[in-house]
Structure formats: C-alpha cells, structure tokens
C-alpha cells in the first residue's frame, strides 16, 4: 500500500496538486498557515471580493475601540441623566449592541467612501489635529501636551491619525448628505407654524387621596421582591496612586549664557521690527469699465502729474491737493508705511521696485490711476540681546521645567510598561510615595477621588476588574497620576428588614398614586359625557385656572410634561372648546385640563432670517435621513460579523 502511495505521488497528478499548493501559498503568503492570525475584533465589516474572494476589503470595529467607545458613552449619559442614571441597565447586552451598531455605522460609511474614491489628505489630518484645543499651550500647538494626552488614551500617534482620518472620512461623507437636504418653502412655513404655536387652556388640581399609611409585612414583602433593584448601595471603589506635579522639576538650574545667546539668534525675529516703506499718492479717479476714452485721459492726467512730480519729488504733497481721493488730498496724499499686499500686485510691483525719493509711472488700479512717491524708509530695528536675555531665560527655564516634567512623567509610564498590575515600579522610579483614598463612587469622592477624570478612570472597565495601572492622568497642567483600584464594591442588594420603612413609604405612594389616576380618568370621563369644567373642578375643591398662550417647550423643566400633554390635546372645532386629557403635576398628583384656543404666527410678517433656519433644520433633518438609508443599503451589500463574546 505505502509502494502505490510513493509511485502514484510522482506523477502528473500529483505535480498538479502540488503546483496548485504553491500558487495558494504565494498569492496568500506561507506566513498565514506557519502563523495563526488570532481575530480581537468586537465586529468586522468586509466587502465581498469579485472573484473568488480576490479583492476583499474589510474594516473591523476593534475591542480597545469598543470598549473606549463604550465607557465614553457611559459618562456622558451619566453625566446627563444626573441620579437618573442606571448603572445597571447601561451594562446590558442590548445597550452594548446600541453602541456597537452605532460603531458598525460608521465603519460601513467609511468603507463605502473608499469605495467612491474619497480620500483624505495628510495635510487634512495634520491642519486638524493642530487646530485640536486640547492639543493647545496659550493658543497654541503643544507637541509635549500632545504625546503626553495620546499617552493617556492609549494611542500611538499613527493610531490617533488614523482615527482623526476616519472620522474627516465619516463627516465628510454625512455632510455630503446633509449639504444636499433640501426644503420647500411651505414647509419651512409649516414647520415655523408648529414649532411656533401657543395654546390657550384652562385646568384643575386634582387632590390626592388620603390613604392608609399601613401596609401589612406580606404587602412589604411583596413590594420589596418586585422592585429590589430601588434598595442597593452604591457601586465603590478605593485607589492607590502615585501622582506628579511641577514641583518635581523645579530646578535650580544655572542657564549657559551662550545658551541664551543661541536662542536669541534663533527667535531674533520676534525682537525685531522690520524696515517699513512710506508712501503717498495721487489719484486720477476713473471707474474700472469706463469707456475706453475716458480712461486714456486720466492715464493722461496721471503721465502729467508723475512726470512733473519726478522732476521735483519735493513739490509732490503741494501736487496731491488735485488728488480724487478725499481722504489723502489735504495730507499731502500720504498712505503711511506700506506692507506688501495691502493694496494689491499691481501696486506692489510699481511701489516695491521704487527706491527713496523716486516716484512711479501712473499704476492702474480698480478706483483709477495712481501715481506713487516713496517717500522715505524708516529702518527697521532689533532689540539687543541684553534688552531681552532676562524674557529669554524666564522662557528657557519654562521649557526645561517642561522638558523635565515630561521626561519624569515618561519614567512613570515606562515603568510599568512590563507590569501593568503594580504601581510600586512607577513610585520608585520617580521616587514618590503611593497614596491612598477612601472609597468613592462613580459621582463623588474626597481628595484626588473629587476630581472627574480620577473617578472615570477608576470605574473603566479594565482599572476597575482587571486591577490594571490606568493611562496617565492629567490633574491640570503639568500635574499628573496614575491609579490602581485596589478595592472594588459593587452594587448590592439591601435585606428587607434594613430598608423596611423606605419600602413601606414607596408602597403608600404607589397606592396613592393609582388611587389618584384612577380619580382623575373618572374625572375625565364625566368631562367627556359632558360635564362642565367649572362644577368637576368645584366638586373637589380646587379652582379653575386658566392659561394662556403655553408654548411647546416650557421655560421650566418640571413642567415640561404639562407643555407637551397640552400640545397632544385636540383641536377646537366650531366655537366649541377643545380636547381634555389628565398629566402628572409636579406635585405628584394629578391637573384635568381642556384645550381653549390654538394660536398659529403669521408666517407672512416673519423675518426671513427666520424662515432660512427654518429650511435648514429641515434640511438637516432630510440630509441624516438620507445619510442613514445610505448606510442601510450598503450594509445589505456588506458582510458584518459581530463577536458577542468579546463585548
């Protein structure tokens, strides 16, 4: 059997076969079978190749982008929902996803630009990281700020270029979309209308019952088993940290004086001020299309006054005084000191190539003929070195101080470069104690824990469950740290029996709650049978109050709900009062109300200003709709693999 395989394997067969494997190998690269490539992406999205494959482009949604992506959500949501933020209900895989899709998006409307021919420059990528504020020391680029922030996010600059590509490559293309959203004039006049009504109503308090304040421990019991997640404590944790701040490169330095003297020569320019070149002139006035004899006479007039100026340069601000310009004439035609490009370059290569004491042929120019005078050159000057050497120095020892802080903050990261668990190396390497905190929540905490970027850090995912040393910190300028959780609580379930009269207080205003709505929608069913307002808004003892002229957005949050159930209410018909509805009042109870008037602007008295933002929102509106229905088509084109398991 072994003999057949050996002979059969030196024949024509298996040369094809073989021929076959090394055509593979070279179009695929032998390194891809020798070397397993292990896949770390939440979600990738190909196009598929024309022809078995070839020609396949892919982009993937990396984990470390994911989870980067994720946390920054988290913060912000927090940051908005206040104490309505649930920490628990933001970790759930569906809200994951959410993010994920949103992610995915974006990387399909990347590809698809690819796809079109967009490409992004890398003079575009560089103007847009110089102009990132955050990048910026006194309104400028600071590349040291700049290393030591891509440090903190984890970034290389070519990753961060990358990603500052990406996302020029994303809004370009949304902006195309938004660019060509177009709206009707009818529509922007209805969307004015809407946005712009006032209503008029009229409503009633409805009390709230007064019930029962006891609840039985079986009622307590089940109460307290349907809503658990209301009685937690707070997610905690404590950090150990080492921190850095300018004191560390406060030196007494002894500067070189040759040193300054170098910078001097290098930064000279700031200390000078350059010659400057004075001018006057004459102006034979004659307007840029004027017939073509008009304008040879006043080239005439201004070839008289140039050559007899030139024949006696000194007689030329009694000869201004027949000048067309009103506001030189009297002045002896004078300009003042002249800097190129000001008047533009037909002026400037008739007075630049003048020399003191000359006076130019007639220059045309858009308001007429011109004859100039170079009056005189004032010298430009440099302050001396001695003048300057105590601004020179202050700066140099600024930028040392800096050079130093960052070199010791460099120690810091490099220290745990090979233990990513440990703060101890960093410490010692900057010779620093390690400090610690008490525990803290993701909102609030004492001490280094009071600053926001501390407790974001400490409740990333990585920091806060891996125990891994965050990125570098940056307090405020040129202060620094770095932090390891060392103590993590997370939420918890609080027994019955510790939050007993907190349960037994949630279950009577649940109660009293229901018991109320339950009055207000019988209320509002005798309202709708045709009871009078006045005599249900007497039958419990409450006024009628009217309102008028409620807007859609109300100026105070909490009675935001009241403005939009108002604005939900039918119309009156026929004289006849409008719809009747019931909405939560702030107070906890409830208010009846009845819509009386709508009130619609007359659109036609509108400024146009108005009516232009009214089109644009419209526009922008339809330019995302447009924008999202391209990303639909696309991804049905495009295969997207999403790894759960990594989220």
């Known amino acids: 059997m072994l003999q057949k395989i050996r002979e059969n394997s030196s024949g024509w067969i298996a040369k094809i076969i073989l021929g076959l494997i090394i055509i593979v190998m070279a179009l695929f690269g032998l390194e891809q079978y020798l070397s397993p490539k292990v896949d770390n992406y939440a979600a990738k999205i190909s196009i ?61 409307m990347q590809l698809g630009a690819e796809q079109a021919g967009v490409r992004i420059s890398d003079a575009m990528v560089r103007d847009t990281i110089l102009s990132i504020d955050g990048f910026k020391v006194e309104g400028k680029f600071d590349a040291s700020r700049y290393q030591l922030a891509l440090q903190q996010q984890g970034y290389t600059p070519k990753q961060f270029e990358e990603l500052v590509r990406q996302d020029l490559m994303t809004r370009f293309v949304a902006g195309e979309y938004v660019s060509t959203g177009i709206a009707s004039a009818a529509e922007a006049d209805q969307l004015i209308r809407m946005s712009e009504q006032k209503r008029d109503l009229r409503y009633f308090d409805i009390p709230l019952p007064v019930l029962e304040q006891q609840a039985t421990d079986a009622e307590l ?19 150990e940290y080492v921190e850095l701040d300018s004191t560390a490169a406060s030196t007494d330095m002894v500067v070189d004086e040759s040193v300054l003297k170098q910078r001097y020569e290098e930064q000279k320019a700031q200390y000078s001020s ?97 004859v100039l005078y170079y009056r005189e050159m004032i010298a430009g000057s440099v302050k001396p070195f001695e003048e300057v050497r105590a601004e020179i120095e202050t700066g140099y020892l600024s930028s040392e101080k800096e050079r130093v802080f960052n070199e010791i903050a460099g120690k810091m990261v490099n220290a745990i470069s090979e233990n990513a668990t440990s703060l101890e190396p960093a410490a010692k390497a900057i010779n620093k104690p390690l400090l610690r905190t008490a525990a803290f929540t993701r909102d609030a905490g004492e001490g280094i824990a009071a600053i926001e970027a501390v407790r974001k850090a400490a409740f990333s995912e990585d920091v806060k469950n891996e125990r891994r040393v965050s990125d570098l910190i940056e307090l405020e300028p040129n202060h620094v740290a770095l932090i390891r959780v060392v103590e993590h609580k997370p939420e918890t379930i609080l027994p019955l029996a510790q939050v007993k009269e907190q349960v037994r207080i949630a279950l009577i205003q649940d109660r009293t709650s229901k018991a109320a709505e339950k009055e207000a929608k019988a209320l509002l069913a005798r309202l709708e049978k045709g009871e009078a307002m006045e005599l249900l808004a007497a039958s419990v003892g409450s006024p009628l109050v009217p309102v008028v002229g409620i807007p859609r957005k109300a100026q105070v949050p909490e009675l935001q709900p009241i403005h939009a159930a108002a604005f939900l209410l039918a119309k009156p018909l026929d004289g006849k009062s409008g719809g009747a509805g019931i909405v939560k009042s702030p107070s906890g109870g409830y208010l009846l109300m009845q819509l009386v008037a709508v009130n619609e602007p007359d659109v036609s008295t509108l400024d146009p200003a108005v009516r232009a933002n009214a089109l644009r929102t419209i526009g922008q509106m339809r330019g995302d709709q447009q924008a999202l229905e391209y990303v639909k088509a696309l991804r049905k084109s495009y295969t997207v693999k999403i790894a759960e398991d990594r989220l």
Do not use: C
């Not at 209900?89 to 994920?100: C, G, M, S, V």
């Open 48 to 108: 598929p190749g024309k022809f078995m494959g070839f020609g396949e482009k892919s982009k993937e949604v990396s984990v470390s982008d994911f989870r980067r992506r994720f946390e920054q959500t988290r913060q912000t949501e927090r940051q908005q929902k206040g104490e309505a933020f649930d920490a628990a209900a933001f970790e759930k895989p569906e809200n994951k996803r959410r993010i994920l899709e949103q992610m995915i998006d974006e990387a399909v």
């Open 221 to 239: 019991s089940a109460w307290y088993n349907s809503h658990k997640t209301a009685y937690k404590t707070r997610e905690t944790v404590a950090i």
């Open 274 to 370: 350059p010659e400057q070149r004075v001018a006057s002139h004459i102006l034979v006035a004659v307007a840029e299309d004027a017939p073509a004899a008009a304008d040879a006479a006043a080239k005439a007039k201004a070839a008289t006054l140039a050559k007899a100026a030139q024949a006696n340069p000194a007689a030329f601000p009694e000869m201004a005084k027949a000048s067309d310009d009103t506001a030189t004439k009297d002045l002896g035609g004078d300009l003042g000191p002249i800097e190129k490009g000001i008047y533009g370059d037909a002026f400037d290569k008739a007075f630049f190539a003048l020399k003191p004491g000359q006076v130019s042929e007639p220059v045309r120019l858009p308001d007429g003929w011109h």
